[in-house]
T-cell receptor, first 112, second 114 residues
Framework: EDQVTQSPEALRLQEGESSSLNCSYT??????LFWYRQDPGKGPEFLFT???AGEEKEKERLKATLTKKESFLHITAPKPEDSATYLC?????????????FGKGTTLSVSS | EPEVTQTPSHQVTQMGQEVILRCVPI?????FYWYRQILGQKVEFLVS????????KSEIFDDQFSVERPDGSNFTLKIRSTKLEDSAMYFC????????????FGEGSRLTVL
């Protein structure tokens, strides 16, 4: 069974304190791995797509990386507005390309 | 900026009643989706829809669920006979292509079944 596991479940940082979120996956064939941000009471908002091991994507204070077993979302010098739940999702070759499998997310709180 | 809109934002219903959740996807998108999130749990795929038919559906999407695109702009999810365990946030999403993982989600419709 395809699975996505995110850790930690929750992370508290001080403003400016860099850290990383982990997404490990067990799938039969990875088509793509995606990061989303979800604010309380809102729908997920797309951040990044990663297709192959070694690939990296950056956006402002966020950088996503991918290996054959896991992905990391690195947050450099976070600000309070980065507080949100960060979701990892995968698309696998078991499906027709339209069904994403999400992890439970990491809830990040950044205090000033 | 184009966005996916969903109505109602919150619906309370009695067990066994029919519910229709409505969505207006982004206008030039071709692929439409419903996901749900039970409180404190993962976002789960329900169904995808393309070219007026279902592309994929999950085990959750059983005979009590149906989707429809009744006109050129709306996309609906119907739950025929609601159960307590259907209480969740239901998200509609759309995309202009598949494979990129770039789905645009609405703000969700919270369904509470009593």
């Amino acid at each position: 069974e395809d699975q996505v596991t995110q850790s930690p479940e929750a992370l508290r940082l001080q403003e400016g304190e860099s850290s990383s979120l982990n997404c490990s996956y067990t799938v039969s064939g990875l088509r793509g791995l995606f990061w989303y941000r979800q604010d309380p009471g809102k729908g997920p908002e797309f951040l990044f797509t990663l297709y192959s091991a070694g690939e990296e994507k950056e956006k402002e204070r966020l950088k996503a990386t991918l290996t054959k077993k896991e992905s990391f979302l690195h947050i450099t010098a976070p600000k309070p507005e980065d507080s949100a739940t960060y979701l990892c999702a995968v698309d696998t070759f078991n499906q027709a390309g339209t069904a994403l499998i999400f992890g439970k997310g990491t809830t990040l709180s950044v205090s000033s | 900026e184009p966005e996916v809109t969903q109505t109602p934002s919150h619906q309370v219903t009695q067990m066994g009643q029919e519910v229709i959740l409505r969505c207006v996807p982004i206008s030039n998108h071709l692929y439409f989706y419903w996901y749900r999130q039970i409180l404190g749990q993962k976002v789960e795929f329900l169904v995808s829809f393309y070219n007026n038919e279902i592309s994929e559906k999950s085990e959750i999407f059983d005979d009590q669920f149906s989707v429809e695109r009744p006109d050129g702009s709306n996309f609906t999810l119907k739950i025929r006979s609601t159960k307590l365990e259907d209480s969740a946030m239901y998200f509609c999403a759309s995309s202009d292509r598949v494979g990129t993982g770039e789905l645009f989600f609405g703000e969700g419709s919270r369904l509470t079944v009593l």
